[in-house]
């Protein structure tokens, strides 16, 4: 069992190089199907891409599964005692060597302790989830190979930073992940803003990242090693400037990763890739580990009490805006981006709160709702060929299963009772009551649970008008030609594929269940405000929509309508700020290379031609000239002479 954590990391990684190995055996045999037979004509290789895909589709979804079971096995051995409360059991794994960097070791371990237990079943279930889908989804696609392949990659990357025993160990699959997140974002590359998208994703986590490395280095180096235990014991011998320094940088990560204020505009823009890869994103990787490195760096962030107050605020200001954003988008991906955008702040401000398995109980109930909820986006708009809300309508009778399944996600995002959103919600709101009394300044504790209570009037709202715009009212989609690609398919059935629906049906199950799993500890005045505050919000939106079901309800927002669905201009500050002031930089740096240090190169150049022009007269090869030039330096030497002798 002490090998359990490192198969699990190894068989997806394994996976990927499969994938992107094997794939193209296909083509070669493609090729020698086109040429001519010997004994008949030529066989067609249309089916080339079919078995390429299928290879693939076996070489993802078997390691995968595999390492799901691994994780399943392992969680199980610990009790899932991080959220019961019971007691901590010992972590299981084993430690690979050391790298000696000639000052603080690197330690090679890979463990599964409570916490990592259950973040490496999320991840792993719904990795496994978004690969049986995507046989679906992308079944026609020609570049579903790499695709499914870097899916691999990308749920490995997850599981080292899940598994990890050491800091710098944590920080490859960090960044591995990042490069992940840039090639599945612009899978559909030959759109120009899938492209940026990818590149907006890449670089803004990046500078995060910047910030977490240094963290890291802090943190290592005042606890003499790199070992995640050995870091926590060493943390009450450490000073309180090193603790807030430290905690402060690893929060730059923190907000790229998990798209937190004010690194959060690269995730609404993520929406480029293909949904599954949505679901993937927003569930159970990226936005994910950061939530998951504060937990795990818990007793070094409690101690360091400013570095709580920026969270809870950063978190308070996430949550509202990002809710409020999500109520006036069009495009039902994005309202599920900026609604995630708002519930990581939920469970930033968890942790900011004092309360780490609040917040890891709500990522782990989000990550099976949130998944649930973007793979049945992608069934509603594999059917209508459009992410546009305002072309949807009417579809809980064309797709049964995915409105049923998307009312429990929807109903779980929004916390009622009995889906698990509703108790996961409920431990972080009280936790969040709890810090008023102490534990955060009395400013960052009251906008930390006056924001909590406000997003949830809005969750209720945006949850209700998307659920009602995309399937009641009249239908309004209609029959498109096929998209070029990097963009939906059309299909002209009922319902989607059964690898689509499986694992529709199968998340809808933890969506509405899992909140079980904490506990009935249920603090029923705070549950009965949030549940009315949830009520009354999606009741504004339905009573809007009621009146008129062909006018969005958004415009119950007036003059803020604009500002939310532009998430109140951030881009465009960024843009005014930072972009064009770097590129207006960069234009000044070429210009100058190009007037000033070629200049002085070309100027050279032109000098030494002009020298060599004066000098070619002298030497043009005309005898009389010399004769010429001969007598009259003679007669000069000579008439000096006479005149000065």
Not at 21 to 36: F, G, H, K, T, Y
Not at 205 to 225: E, H, K, N, Q, Y
Not at 625 to 632: D, K, P, R
């Amino acid at each position: 069992m002490t090998t359990f954590p490192l198969l699990a990391v190894l068989l997806p990684f394994l996976a990927a190089f499969a994938g992107l190995l094997l794939s193209r055996r296909p083509r070669r045999r493609a090729r020698e199907a086109d040429a001519p037979q010997r004994n008949g004509p030529a066989t067609t290789s249309a089916n080339a891409p079919d078995a390429a895909n299928r290879r693939a589709a076996w070489i993802a979804v078997v390691p995968t599964a595999a390492a799901a079971g691994l994780a399943l096995w392992l969680a199980w051995g610990q009790g899932f005692a991080f959220l019961d409360g019971g007691p901590r059991s010992a972590p299981v794994g084993d430690t690979y060597g050391a790298i000696d960097t000639g000052g603080v070791p690197i330690s090679l371990t890979l463990q599964a302790d409570d916490l990592s237990g259950l973040l490496g079943v999320l991840v792993t279930l719904v990795a496994l989830a978004v690969q049986v889908y995507s046989i679906g989804y992308l079944k026609d696609d020609a570049r579903y190979p790499s695709y499914s392949a870097f899916i691999s990659l990308f749920t490995s990357a997850m599981l080292l930073v899940v598994y990890a025993g050491d800091l710098l160990v944590l920080y490859v699959g960090w960044e591995v992940m990042g490069l992940c997140s840039y090639l599945l974002i612009g899978h559909w590359w030959e759109d120009r803003g899938n492209s940026r998208a990818a590149v907006k994703a890449f670089l803004v986590t990046r500078l995060g990242d910047v910030g977490f490395l240094f963290g890291i280095f802090v943190l290592g180096g005042a606890a003499g090693s790199f070992r995640i235990a050995d870091v926590l014991a060493k943390v009450p011998e450490m000073s309180s400037g090193t603790l807030v320094a430290a905690t402060m940088l690893l929060l730059a990560g923190v907000a790229g990763k998990s798209a937190q204020v004010p690194l959060h505009t690269w995730l609404p823009d993520a929406m480029a890739g293909p949904t599954p890869i949505s679901a993937l994103i927003h569930a159970a990787t990226m936005v994910a580990a950061g939530i998951f490195l504060v937990a795990r760096l818990f007793p070094a962030f409690a101690a360091a009490r400013p570095t709580l107050d920026v969270l809870a605020v950063l978190a308070a200001l996430g949550m509202l805006g990002a809710a409020l954003a999500a109520l006036a988008q069009d495009d039902l991906k994005r309202v599920l981006a900026y609604s995630t955008v708002s519930q990581l702040a939920y469970m930033a401000g968890g942790l900011a709160a004092g309360s780490d398995t609040a917040a890891i109980f709500h990522l782990i109930t989000h990550g099976a709702f949130k998944a649930l909820l973007f793979l049945c986006a992608g069934v509603v708009i594999h059917h209508v060929g459009s992410n546009l809300m305002s072309q949807m309508g009417g579809l809980r009778r064309e797709l049964p299963v995915t409105f049923a399944a998307t009312t429990v996600g929807f109903a779980a995002l929004m916390g009622l009772p009995p889906f698990s959103g509703f108790f996961s919600k409920d431990a972080v709101l009280v936790a969040m009551e709890g810090a008023l009394a102490g534990g955060l300044t009395d400013a960052a504790a009251l906008l930390l649970y006056g924001c909590a209570l406000a997003t949830v009037a809005v969750t209720g709202a945006y949850a209700a008008r998307a659920w009602l715009r995309t399937f009641f009212g009249r239908t309004r989609a209609v029959a498109l030609p096929e998209p070029e690609p990097g963009t939906a398919h059309v299909v002209d059935i009922r319902e989607a594929p059964s690898t689509m629906l499986v694992p529709v049906t199968l998340l809808a199950v933890p969506a509405l269940l899992l909140g079980f799993a904490g506990g009935l500890h249920l603090d029923v005045p705070v549950a009965a405000v949030s549940v009315a505050l949830a009520l009354l919000g999606a009741a504004v939106v339905y009573a809007s929509w009621r009146g008129d079901p062909t006018v969005d309800p958004a415009r119950l927002l007036g003059p803020l309508r604009a500002p939310c669905e532009q998430a109140f201009y951030v881009d465009n500050l960024y843009a005014a700020v930072i972009v064009r002031p770097a590129v207006a930089l960069a234009g000044l740096v070429v210009r100058t290379d190009d007037t000033v240090v070629d200049g002085a190169v070309r100027g050279s150049g032109r000098s030494a031609r002009g020298l060599s022009g004066l000098l070619r007269f002298a030497q043009n090869g005309n005898v009389q000239l010399y004769v010429s030039g001969l007598l009259a330096g003679v007669l000069l030497i000579a008439v000096g002479a006479v005149m000065f002798t």
